[in-house]
């Protein structure tokens, strides 16, 4: 293993990452809410949500607000670039993949490694670690041996 | 706001670049462990109002507190965390990022989250008309 000096930022990390947990304890704590994407966005998908403003209103807003955060930091600066390694096909692949797991495994990243983990649950432990495991070994095969990113 | 704070956490962290996460899962070639530290910060920040949520039953503006109750281990939490994974791994996004960069990004981000839209509803479907083998739950609604 060799580290990507040039790609690693500690303190953008630390701080970004700081901001996401941020983010989850006051929806903890102000609203007694996970804050995860996954759980957000299918519980919007279901019909049923929608006859009940308690229920979609605080989903809707917070997605709407993470779809204008990179408008409201395009006015006081630029975005970073982001480099999608992968084609059309493998995206698809992909999306399907990680919207039909993440229902299934009842979460992601923020839902079961950031508030599942900050919560000290054993279940978001187990979740959490097989999707880096099963992350890290597509990625390994997907770039060092089929050569397709 | 939370929405708009959970956004600007993932573009200062460098997460919405689907190469820097595939980076940090890339252990056997050149790794990046940012998204090791964006965790690590994002934990460190929540564990205590998280542990502070545990004991109430309700939050401070009045609506309940709903953790999850599940301590369940099963098929479908290993299965769904494995293909989320592989997903994961394959394009470089999960949920949050992708729909952070849904506005100001170009046309293959639309793609995935499309794609992520219909890999979603497909699981409702088929919770709803189980196909699971072995006779698992029986829904009688």
Redesign the interface.
Known sequence: ????WQ????W????????????????????????G??GI??RL??SDIWGRPSEWSWRA??????????????MVGT????????N?V?????????????????G???G????????????SL???I???????????V???ILRL? | ????????????????????V??F???????????G??????????????????S?R????G??????V????DR?????????????????????P?????????T??S??????????????LCIKNPLSSRGKSRRNT
């Not at chain 2, 965390?81 to 470089?92: H, K, T, V």
């Open positions: 293993m060799n580290i990507d790609s690693f930022d500690p953008n990390a630390l701080v970004g990452g700081m901001l996401i947990g941020l983010t989850a304890a006051l929806m903890i704590v102000f609203l007694g809410r996970i804050a994407i996954s966005i299918g998908l279901q807003v917070f997605i709407l607000g993470m779809l204008t955060a990179p408008l409201v930091w395009k975005l970073p670039v982001i480099h999608v390694t992968s059309s493998i995206i698809v692949i992909a999306g399907l993949l990680v919207g039909f797991g993440t229902r299934l495994g009842s992601c990243t923020s079961h490694g950031v508030c599942g983990l900050s919560r000290l649950s054993f279940r187990v979740a959490t097989t999707f880096l495991l099963t992350g890290m070994l597509t990625v390994y997907m770039r060092h990113t | 706001m939370s929405g708009l704070i959970f956004g600007f956490g993932l573009i200062v962290s460098g997460m919405t670049d689907p190469a820097k595939q980076g899962l890339d252990i056997f070639g050149s790794w990046d462990p940012s998204l530290l964006v965790m690590a910060g994002a934990i460190l920040t929540g564990i205590f109002p998280f542990t502070w949520a545990k109430r309700s939050a401070l503006l609506a309940p507190m709903q953790l999850p599940s301590k369940t281990l479908n939490l290993i299965i769904g965390a494995s293909l989320f994974g592989i997903g994961w791994g394959m394009a470089g996004f999960c949920p949050g992708a729909v952070t960069n849904l506005v100001a990004q170009d293959e981000v793609l995935f989250v499309i794609a992520m839209l219909t890999g979603m509803l497909l699981q409702q």
